[in-house]
């Protein structure tokens, strides 16, 4: 996977840069999107020309769970704007034997990026569930509810709310989201140092549409 790569954040698609008919990146399949950058592998370096390309955070839970690490990271935009979403990739031993991939999300609403990875056929989560949430997160010292949407069978898909952006957490297998009965803590990977991240080989999740 090259790094810079541009395609849909819904259907993972390569998009047609704006031109003289249309000031806009399309999809075929979309209409007008915002573009997304693949950067994977990653490595430490690259943390600094993200830290000044993204207006959104690129949620990492710290400390990772054990034998886990970074597989990539993706920002949705215009590439000549700062992102206005962020995908963060991980792959680590899954809790009840196996592999298992995790894409943390946060976007500002109508990017679709968190629908891409959830395999939704709308762009957004919607009106959250009038209901109890079914996990939480910590971010910042506080709560942070997450609620389960029905998505593929090969997956789970938990979304929320954080600094003002849609939060999606989707993982493969299904199995996997009992991560998310464990005590995790968010922090935004643009403030860590860089030296602190665990690096592995590119993950094939990170394009979503998959």
Same mark, same amino acid.
Do not use: F
């Given at each position: 996977?090259?790094?810079?790569e541009?395609?849909?954040?819904?259907?993972?698609?390569?998009?047609?840069?704006?031109?003289?008919?249309?000031?806009?990146?399309?999809?075929?399949?979309h @209409?007008?999107? *915002?573009?997304?950058? $693949?950067? #994977?592998?990653?490595?430490?370096?690259q !943390?600094?020309?993200?830290? =000044? /390309?993204?207006?959104?955070p690129?949620?990492?839970?710290?400390?990772?769970?054990p034998?886990?690490?970074?597989?990539?990271?993706?920002?949705?935009?215009?590439?000549?704007?700062?992102?206005?979403?962020?995908?963060?990739?991980?792959?680590?031993a899954?809790?009840? @034997?196996?592999? *298992?991939?995790?894409? $943390?999300? #946060?976007?500002?609403?109508?990017?679709? !990026?968190?629908?891409?990875? =959830? /395999?939704?056929?709308?762009?957004?989560?919607?009106?959250?569930?009038?209901?109890?949430?079914?996990?939480?997160?910590?971010?910042?010292?506080?709560?942070?509810?997450?609620?389960?949407?029905?998505?593929?069978?090969?997956?789970?898909?938990?979304?929320?709310?954080?600094?003002?952006?849609?939060?999606?957490?989707?993982?493969?297998?299904?199995?996997?989201?009992? !991560?998310?009965?464990?005590?995790?803590?968010?922090?935004?990977?643009?403030?860590?140092?860089?030296?602190?991240?665990?690096?592995?080989?590119?993950?094939?999740?990170?394009?979503?549409?998959?």
């Amino acid at each position: 996977m090259s790094n810079g790569e541009l395609c849909c954040p819904r259907c993972g698609l390569r998009v047609r840069p704006p031109g003289a008919r249309s000031g806009d990146w399309r999809c075929r399949s979309h @209409g007008a999107v *915002a573009p997304l950058r $693949l950067h #994977a592998p990653i490595e430490p370096g690259q !943390l600094a020309g993200l830290r =000044a /390309a993204s207006d959104a955070p690129v949620w990492l839970p710290w400390p990772l769970p054990p034998e886990w690490a970074v597989t990539g990271v993706a920002l949705a935009g215009d590439p000549t704007r700062p992102a206005c979403a962020s995908a963060l990739a991980l792959t680590g031993a899954a809790p009840l @034997g196996g592999i *298992a991939e995790v894409v $943390l999300v #946060a976007e500002e609403i109508g990017t679709g !990026l968190g629908a891409g990875y =959830a /395999a939704l056929d709308k762009a957004d989560a919607g009106e959250l569930p009038a209901r109890a949430p079914d996990a939480s997160v910590r971010i910042e010292g506080h709560a942070a509810p997450l609620w389960l949407l029905p998505t593929t069978a090969d997956r789970c898909c938990y979304v929320g709310e954080a600094r003002g952006c849609w939060l999606w957490i989707v993982l493969w297998p299904a199995e996997a989201g009992v !991560l998310l009965l464990e005590d995790l803590v968010l922090h935004d990977l643009l403030d860590m140092p860089a030296a602190l991240m665990p690096a592995g080989p590119a993950s094939p999740y990170l394009r979503p549409g998959r």
